[in-house]
């Protein structure tokens, strides 16, 4: 759904795709995050503007978009997968979140959004902290490789290395959409080995020295391009585009 979202945005010349996703379904991947095991990055859940996709219904329930529709006669086209309680999502959709209303507060919606709301705020000022936390910890940079130094990178509190890390991965791929919890842990810990993040069209290769984040294929993403950390000064690949930027003081 996503590959052909973004082939036609591109095809059309769109710069934005707008989504119809409102406060319930992120609830619901938020709560999908937390039962998997996510950090605050999963907290967050959706966020109204991602990349090239924007969505302005976040904060609108769901039920107020189909009492929206039902009062001017829009027809809503149902899923019928929808249905099916072996989708995760739909467990936590018809099972979970009604239970949890039920038991602890039937505002209990309202609640988690506030604390995805929070958990996007705190999780962007990470980001700039990692992003500033790369620039000191940067080795060397070139077209498709990039280099972090692990002393320096030790230094760093530990929240600011896994966000390193993800700032060095989104410098190399143009976003980190395939990058996982696991992958990031690997990078920090292992002194010797060399993995690719499938999707992304970048290897991973872990030194005593130096971590390398190298890219070895064009990414199976689409053309339309997430916000991407800048080195400076450096060689920053944004590579859905098939450019880089080179930045010097």
């Not at 979202?5 to 995050?33: K, P």
């Not at 219904?57 to 249905?83: G, M």
């Not at 992003?131 to 130094?149: F, I, N, Q, T």
């Not at 290395?161 to 842990?185: D, K, M, W, Y």
Request: proline residues 5%; positive net charge; aromatic residues 4%.
């Amino acid at each position: 759904r996503w590959e052909f979202l973004e082939r036609t945005a591109y095809s059309v010349g769109a710069s934005r795709i707008a989504l119809g996703h409102t406060r319930d379904d992120r609830i619901e991947t938020m709560l999908l995050n937390l039962l998997r095991g996510s950090g605050i990055e999963g907290l967050a859940s959706m966020r109204a503007v991602s990349g090239a996709r924007i969505r302005p219904l976040l904060e609108v329930s769901r039920s107020e978009t189909a009492a929206y529709c039902a009062a001017r006669s829009i027809r809503i086209q149902p899923d019928s997968t929808n249905e099916d309680l072996r989708i995760r999502r739909n467990w936590v959709r018809r099972v979970l979140l009604p239970t949890i209303e039920e038991v602890y507060s039937p505002a209990v919606r309202e609640t988690l959004a506030r604390t995805a709301q929070l958990a996007e705020e705190e999780s962007n000022w990470l980001a700039e902290l990692g992003a500033e936390a790369l620039r000191r910890c940067l080795d060397r940079s070139k077209e498709g490789l990039l280099a972090v130094d692990r002393e320096r990178l030790a230094l760093e509190p530990m929240a600011l290395r896994r966000r390193v890390v993800r700032a060095a991965f989104a410098c190399i791929s143009g976003n980190t959409r395939h990058l996982t919890a696991a992958a990031v842990e690997a990078a920090l810990s292992a002194e010797r080995g060399s993995w690719s993040v499938p999707g992304s069209g970048v290897t991973i290769v872990s030194e005593p020295r130096r971590i390398l984040f190298r890219r070895t294929a064009r990414a199976s993403s689409s053309p339309l391009v997430e916000p991407t950390p800048l080195i400076v000064p450096g060689v920053t690949a944004v590579e859905p585009l098939g450019i880089r930027v080179e930045a010097c003081e």
